[in-house]
């Protein structure tokens, strides 16, 4: 596609829910990434995935993050036994070289209530 | 753990003056990004800086990268009401350049 495509847009769950966010990069992008940002703050990294491997899944707050990416192109953010502390904007972004600038996708506004 | 800190937090200007963003890391960095975000947007690539001392310019907007790879500043002359947004610097702590640490960003507002 043109851009990076996140969906849902915006997803309201009751705490103790499971969720899962999808993230479509660009075509060709090998690189994606997973970060989060609450209000007032930077973007928090989460996962980085080269193809189908996570390269680097030291942002994951604990365990009930988990993220994949199984053909190396969409990946899917999946949060089990979401609390009130989840809710923030969820980010992903991809690029067809780790040391060039990332496209960001419009992200999935995630609230737990 | 990795750090990016960025200063100031908030910034106001008139139409037509300076604005400049810093930020810095305690630990020499292999590359710095810079991104933009307008107010309910995502944040939007501006430039990469590599180099030590290097010096990037996109019209008014002026980008150094510290000859210890550990600041960066952002530079923008005579801003604009277009100019408002955050501006986030985020920086890369290995060879591989992966895994992008971001600083808290500085939120610039623009009166005319």
């Known amino acids: 596609g043109a851009g990076v495509s996140q969906t849902p847009s915006n997803k309201v769950t009751e705490k103790g829910k499971y969720v899962e966010l999808r993230c479509d990069p660009i075509?060709?992008?090998?690189?994606l990434y997973w970060y989060r940002q609450s209000l007032g703050q930077g973007p928090e990294f989460l996962i980085y995935?080269?193809?189908?491997?996570?390269?680097?899944d030291s942002g994951l707050p604990n365990d009930r993050f988990f993220a994949v990416r199984p053909e190396g192109s969409v990946s899917t953010l999946k949060i089990q036994r979401t609390e009130r502390g989840d809710s923030a904007v969820y980010l992903c972004?991809?690029?067809?070289?780790?040391?060039?600038?990332?496209?960001f996708g419009s992200g999935t506004r995630l609230t737990v209530v | 753990g990795q750090q990016v800190m960025q200063i100031p937090q908030y910034q106001h200007v008139q139409e037509g003056e300076d604005f400049t963003t810093y930020c810095n890391s305690s630990?020499?960095?292999?590359?710095i990004q810079w991104y933009k975000q307008r107010p309910g947007g995502h944040p939007v690539f501006l430039i990469q800086?590599?180099?030590?001392?290097e010096v990037k310019k996109q019209k008014r907007l002026t980008f150094q990268f510290g000859e210890a790879k550990k600041n960066s500043s952002l530079h923008i002359t005579a801003t604009q009401t277009t100019d408002v947004g955050t501006y986030f610097c985020?920086?890369?702590?290995?060879?591989?350049?992966?895994?992008?640490?971001f600083g808290k960003g500085t939120t610039l507002s623009v009166s005319s």
């Open positions: 800086l590599v180099k030590s001392g």
């Open positions: 630990t020499t960095l292999s590359n």
């Open positions: 972004a991809s690029s067809f070289d780790p040391n060039y600038g990332y496209t």
């Open positions: 985020a920086g890369s702590f290995n060879q591989a350049g992966t895994a992008l640490i």
């Open positions: 075509s060709g992008h090998t690189a």
């Open positions: 995935f080269q193809g189908t491997g996570a390269a680097d």
